[in-house]
């Protein structure tokens, strides 16, 4: 049986017990949505799916708050730094084959809330933002208008509303917006950029050999690898992580100093629009060491989990 571990926002499968599949971009294929969590201004506790555009091979488990642990006959000691993060919360219950922690849950979602990650939902056979304040209800032209005119939350909701449809020309309207949510600090939108240039790049590779151009494939994956270091430097480690396996392959080798040079001149801009638009640089609460101890664990964590719930 394949085993599937969901811990709360990094509730998803990145390590893959049986394979893992190449993520695509979105015009290739389609994918479950996956969960997290929505923030807003005043930090409503929201949780939601998310579908990451190119869509990655993610799976999270409905409820947010529990780690959900199915595995096969192998067995494991128990993880004794896990373990030790996992008793820092005493409210762990058992709910069939999950345990949840409602302290936990809190800490995640204060910290997710403040990078930006908002809630979205299917309808009517495509994912957008669950309709949870007024501005879900204002149509794109409007949203836009009022981004223009500085509206920072209208900006952020029509930056989502055109990155998540998904088609390349929406994700190219989005980019100014995206741009500026990242700018107010809404770090999650990383992935709006991210995911714009994976989108190229396929379109790039699908391209026949005597309409490739091979220069243009290089600048995009030069910009990709930059990019994918941004979520870092801006501390969102979630962010990293889901940037970090969003391509399994580029054509080209860059070396580091090339890409920390390009990262640095993306940093360059985002404080480059703080400083021009006066916005003050946003005060983030400290990630959860237990989400941060997931998001690192570089292995398949889920038998760590059950040998740590099997001890008490």
Known sequence: ???????????????QSDDTTALQPVEQRQSEPARTVDVTDNHEE????????????????????????KTGDDEQKPDEELCQLIDHYDDWYPKGDSYESDKFM???????????????????GSLGIKKQSDYDYYDIDDLEEMAKAGDSMANVRLAYRLYLKGDLESMARAQPYCDRAIADGYTA?????????????????????????????KALELEYSAWQKVSGRLGDELGSKLTEHMLPELEHEFDQETIEKNTEALIDNIESQRQQLGISERKYPPIPELLTYVLEKGEDPMTAFKACFEEQ
Not at 106 to 124: I, L, M, P
Not at 195 to 208: A, G, L, M, V, W
């Open 1 to 15: 049986m394949a085993a599937v571990i969901a811990l709360s926002i990094v509730a998803y499968q990145l390590w």
């Open 189 to 217: 939108l990383v992935m709006c950029k991210s995911s714009y240039i994976t989108t190229q790049i396929y379109q790039e590779k699908r391209k026949d050999d005597d309409q490739a151009d091979p220069e243009r494939l």
């Open 106 to 124: 809190t800490e995640v979602k204060t910290w997710a809330f403040s990078r930006g990650y908002f809630e979205t939902e299917y309808s009517q």
């Open 46 to 69: 929201e949780i939601h799916d998310k579908q990451q555009e190119p869509p990655a091979e993610v799976v999270i488990e409905d409820s947010m708050g529990q780690v959900t642990v």
